[in-house]
């Protein structure tokens, strides 16, 4: 059985969210256990929210919100967002909605949170859920080498 949660990011956290990330993204070192412990713990802001789905202990499928303020119009206040990034799950779970589910618990936990809004960047595989599933709108596309 899969348990989902979305939770603050916890030290705890770190090192399951690195060994996942490793494991879907193996050309992609620099998402080490140190940078996301910078990313998910160090803002200013505070610890970006992480949803995660668990099979047993092992962390199978996972999403971060990592709190920024932002203006939303040009004469408005700043205010209380995510960035939805680091969505990963291991080959073995996916085709299973586990994305469009722990996004939505992830915002959930932020809106608790008082987060107005969110923003993310996706890679072509979450596309689909992002702007069709979970009805994000889609801006653009980045040319990343």
């Given at each position: 059985m899969i348990?989902?949660?979305?939770a603050d990011a916890g030290p705890e956290s770190i090192g399951a969210s690195a060994a996942l990330l490793a494991d879907?993204?193996?050309?992609?070192?620099?998402?080490?256990?140190?940078?996301?412990?910078?990313s998910h713990l160090?803002?200013?802001?505070?610890?970006?929210v992480l949803a995660g789905a668990r099979e047993d202990t092992r962390l199978v499928a996972q999403v971060a919100g990592r709190l920024l303020r932002a203006r939303?119009?040009?004469?408005?206040?700043?205010?209380?967002g995510i960035l939805v990034h680091h969505a990963a799950t291991s080959a073995a779970f996916r085709?299973?909605?586990?994305?469009?589910?722990?996004?939505?618990?992830?915002?959930?936990?932020?809106r608790g949170s008082g987060a107005a809004f969110a923003v993310?960047?996706?890679?072509?595989?979450?596309?689909?859920?992002?702007?069709?599933?979970?009805?994000?709108?889609a801006l653009g596309t980045l040319d990343v080498r």
């Amino acid at each position: 059985m899969i348990a989902l949660q979305a939770a603050d990011a916890g030290p705890e956290s770190i090192g399951a969210s690195a060994a996942l990330l490793a494991d879907v993204f193996p050309h992609a070192p620099r998402l080490d256990a140190a940078w996301l412990a910078w990313s998910h713990l160090e803002n200013p802001l505070g610890p970006s929210v992480l949803a995660g789905a668990r099979e047993d202990t092992r962390l199978v499928a996972q999403v971060a919100g990592r709190l920024l303020r932002a203006r939303l119009a040009a004469d408005a206040a700043p205010a209380r967002g995510i960035l939805v990034h680091h969505a990963a799950t291991s080959a073995a779970f996916r085709r299973r909605g586990l994305l469009v589910r722990l996004v939505e618990a992830a915002l959930a936990h932020a809106r608790g949170s008082g987060a107005a809004f969110a923003v993310a960047v996706v890679n072509q595989n979450s596309v689909d859920a992002f702007v069709r599933k979970l009805g994000f709108a889609a801006l653009g596309t980045l040319d990343v080498r």
